[in-house]
């Protein structure tokens, strides 16, 4: 991952396009200058508002696997947002930054992260969880601490239910759950299902859904069967599941499980079995994990719709990394809304006083993520309702000659 981000002069015509399309950005204007507000004026802890001071920024805490086998999913989603950041306008001088910290994916990096960001006052709202299992370790620390969190990528149908602070952009499982378990039936024509999945609140809950879904529709689920990440060799389940005669596998989970059960199916005998997978398999890593043994695999992907925008963020997200975004993850696109949707709720709550502090009313912070309307991003229109932001649905897509391609059946 490039630490430091440098853009030439010629992506300033670029991101011309990309104000001009997608009406993320805000331009700063129409912020007042007041006295201290009143529900701040006795707040000696931040607790009720963050304070912040001049020469200070106004902080955004990412959180998501920034090292180890899932790390393709922090890098992507934190480059997209590190350049929302690069280019967000200040709020009355005050600029924003953005934290990037290291949750490796897990539940309790999750809660380990959350709170050295509450402990921080000047962080002002979070961009994730990246995973759910993550996400969901996290969202009580949040709350108490009145930081609202918009995820692009946590898609446990759940995470929504019980809090006040936690909100996503994505499609959530179930609706992925439900299109893959009737795109396998219906499109595909699989009557015979094997269904695998990591053991995490994110893969599982998926899987479950899919193998409801499929069997509703009339397809049979021949296996059921959790897998333990991190493996090298799954040939032993997979042997148990050739077994019982599968035309598909779905695997609910990523991509470093799912290029081993790619590679172990030839082995065991699943040579003419279909491996379809998630939005968490989607991506070069899988193809580069599994080779050539990842042909004809299908996973979901939330990737945008065509606009001017869009094309003028990829040219800036290639130019500046070298990749074009969704190589990594579905969720670059994604990355990019949150930060500026955040940005946009903290502009609208913002007071700068008198005394030359800047003011965000927490409270109100999280109403305004809560209830964001109509912003304008490159995955669409997003619009929180309880929780749910999600801007667009499921396209399925197919590994052929070494590259995702979307299926057309």
């Excluded at 795109?183 to 595909?188: D, F, M, N, P, V």
């Excluded at 500046?320 to 990019?336: A, K, Q, R, V, Y």
């Amino acid at each position: 991952m490039k630490n430091r981000i440098f853009i030439i002069m010629s992506f300033l015509i670029v991101f011309s396009m990309i104000l001009a399309a997608c009406g993320g950005q805000d331009t700063g204007e129409g912020d007042e200058v007041s006295g201290v507000p009143e529900e701040c004026a006795e707040n000696p802890d931040e607790t009720v508002c963050a304070v912040i001071a001049p020469g200070s920024t106004i902080k955004i805490g990412f959180a998501g696997p920034m090292t180890g086998d899932y790390s393709a999913f922090g890098i992507d989603i934190s480059n997209a947002q590190l350049l929302a950041v690069q280019e967000s306008e200040p709020v009355q001088g005050f600029e924003f930054e953005l934290l990037v910290e290291d949750t490796q994916g897990s539940g309790e990096g999750g809660a380990a992260v959350a709170n050295l960001y509450v402990s921080d006052p000047d962080v002002v709202a979070i961009s994730g969880h990246t995973f759910s299992g993550s996400t969901a370790a996290s969202i009580p620390i949040y709350e108490a601490a009145k930081r609202p969190m918009l995820s692009a990528s946590a898609t446990r149908a759940d995470l929504t239910i019980g809090n006040e602070i936690f909100n996503r952009i994505p499609f959530t499982d179930d609706i992925q759950g439900t299109n893959a378990g009737n795109y396998l039936y219906e499109t595909l024509g699989i009557t015979k299902l094997a269904v695998l999945h990591d053991g995490d609140a994110y893969g599982k809950g998926l899987a479950e859904k899919v193998m409801q879904v499929f069997g509703l529709a009339g397809g049979e689920v021949v296996a059921f069967e959790a897998l333990t990440p991190g493996e090298t060799d799954y040939s032993a389940v997979l042997t148990d599941v050739e077994a019982k005669g599968p035309e598909a596998i779905f695997f609910g989970g990523y991509y470093p499980e799912a290029a081993v059960i790619a590679n172990n199916m030839p082995v065991v005998g699943l040579t003419d079995v279909v491996l379809f997978s998630d939005d968490g398999t989607f991506g070069v890593s899988f193809i580069e994990l599994a080779g050539d043994q990842a042909e004809g695999a299908y996973a979901t992907s939330a990737l945008p719709p065509s606009s001017p925008g869009e094309e003028a963020f990829s040219a800036l997200f290639e130019g500046t990394f070298g990749d074009l975004p969704g190589s990594l993850s579905t969720f670059s696109w994604h990355g990019w809304d949150v930060v500026n949707a955040l940005i946009s709720a903290i502009r609208q709550t913002a007071v700068l006083s008198d005394d030359g502090n800047l003011y965000v009313h927490r409270d109100s912070l999280v109403d305004a993520v809560n209830f964001l309307t109509g912003f304008q991003g490159l995955t669409g229109v997003i619009s929180c309702t309880r929780g749910e932001c999600n801007t667009a649905g499921p396209t399925f897509f197919i590994v052929q000659n070494g590259e995702w391609v979307e299926a057309t059946k």
